[in-house]
């Protein structure tokens, strides 16, 4: 068998001078690895302990993950009578996850390391009506911006959060293909162009998701065993993490709360329609129209928009039109979580958004809805609070997204040995398909005058 750099290892090339590693060894470097990627391990004693494997094993597991740069056994613990153990630890900075999240009047830019933590972020004013084609120019010169300032970057995955449900189809592992979630997205690939253009494997996921994600493992929800994530603006959406997991649903369609029907007197619509920023919005409008909100009417006359913040503010003044507009905001979006808490018999709820985060009506009346249209087992230590993340929950939720998923038993099964998640079959088929498109289109993916 040769040893030189072009040797094969399981169909992957492996590095000069590298010891062969059979296929069945591919499991056991996957369990270890994220034992002590999870911190249930932190000691070659401890790794022989959880995966009942002899100490030969382990010893030869740990050499392979320590060639490929995942751990590191650079640590002495603590002494207990005898030789200060070893300690394994994840090699979290061993590569990067660049993240996005794409807002109706914003746009994130993010890096994180492959534990999902943050390491710098950037936020913009955008307009997601904006060509689909303009919005990708902007993503890769954020984005290679960002990789600049990495002293060595080596690029594991790219994860966005984006307004609209993303359909499931099927993409367990990543992203293989750009579903039409905006208008105008099923017409440019913007997953294909963000591969073409960085050599790694994507992921796109609802805001509501990603949010729900960076409230649970960076924000409120640590340590939660079940929570349930509610955000409020123009468009209203819930998302559920169950055992620290995401719930996605059959379709990735979970938490479509704003389609609820909801009834306020003779007045019928859904939850969106008839408790979110735009509908607070309007009915302030109307309050300083007709002269029942002095401090809206003193907004109106000076020329100003008439926003759901300045709803929030005016209510926070004491002007008592506006507080009825939140209350009454606040006890729709209630009733509607109370029906799912019920079901769910969630931890804690989360309520995020800037309506939320920054009025205490809104908040204070939902929680009424909520404790009082839930069941006593429900509600007995039910915490319903704001959200502790604001804008960064969603950048912190995309990184979590994709460390999850790249270091997932059935996706780091079929790259653990090249040491790299560009190595997985499914990734190079998507490449080479990406290639063969643009050998076609004459080096080029985007259609003309998107």
């Not at 359909?167 to 073409?196: C, K, M, N, Y």
Request: aromatic share 4%; with cysteine; proline share 5%.
């Amino acid at each position: 068998m040769p040893t030189t750099a072009t040797a094969q290892t399981d169909g992957y090339p492996r590095r000069k001078g590298r010891p062969r590693v059979s296929e069945t060894a591919a499991p056991s470097l996957v369990d270890i690895l994220n034992l002590v990627r999870t911190e249930q391990a932190t000691t070659r004693q401890e790794i022989e302990r959880h995966s009942e494997l002899g100490r030969a094993v382990v010893a030869d597991r740990l050499g392979t993950l320590g060639e490929l740069g995942l751990i590191d056994e650079s640590e002495l613990g603590t002494a207990t009578g005898g030789r200060a153990p070893r300690l394994v630890r994840f090699a979290a900075d061993r590569g990067r996850i660049l993240v996005a999240t794409l807002d109706q009047t914003a746009i994130g830019v993010g890096v994180a390391d492959l534990a999902g933590s943050l390491l710098m972020e950037h936020h913009e004013a955008a307009e997601l009506t904006q060509p689909v084609s303009a919005l990708a120019e902007r993503l890769i010169t954020l984005f290679r911006w960002i990789l600049e300032r990495q002293a060595d970057p080596q690029l594991y995955g790219i994860s966005i959060s984006v307004p609209g449900a993303v359909p499931d189809g099927g993409e367990a592992l990543f992203q293989r293909s750009t579903p039409g979630v905006l208008p105008g997205w099923e017409s440019f690939p913007l997953v294909e162009t963000l591969i073409a253009a960085f050599d790694a494997p994507v992921w796109l996921r609802s805001s509501v998701e990603t949010m729900t994600m960076g409230e649970l493992h960076a924000g409120a929800g640590g340590g939660r065993n079940t929570m349930l994530f509610v955000k409020v603006g123009k468009r209203i959406g819930a998302g559920l993490a169950n055992d620290g997991a995401l719930f996605r649903g059959a379709q990735g369609a979970v938490g479509l709360i704003g389609s609820v029907p909801v009834t306020v007197g003779d007045r019928t619509g859904t939850l969106e329609a008839m408790a979110g920023s735009d509908h607070i919005a309007q009915d302030g409008k109307v309050a300083a129209e007709h002269g029942a909100s002095p401090i809206l009417a003193e907004h109106m006359r000076r020329g100003s928009e008439i926003t759901a913040l300045e709803v929030a503010q005016a209510a926070q003044m004491g002007d008592a039109a506006a507080i009825d507009i939140l209350a009454q905001s606040g006890r729709l979006i209630g009733q509607v979580v109370a029906t799912l808490a019920n079901m769910l018999n969630p931890a804690l709820i989360v309520l995020s958004g800037s309506i939320a985060q920054t009025n205490d009506i809104l908040l204070a009346a939902a929680r009424e809805a909520i404790y009082g249209a839930c069941h006593p087992l429900v509600s007995r230590d039910l915490q319903i609070i704001r959200s502790q993340m604001g804008s960064s929950s969603g950048l912190v939720g995309a990184a979590i997204v994709a460390t999850e998923s790249l270091f997932a038993p059935a996706m780091l099964r079929d790259w653990i040995m090249a040491g790299r998640p560009q190595a997985h079959p499914l990734f190079q088929q998507v490449k080479d398909e990406i290639a063969r498109r643009k050998t076609m289109e004459g080096n080029s993916l985007r259609p003309p005058d998107v």
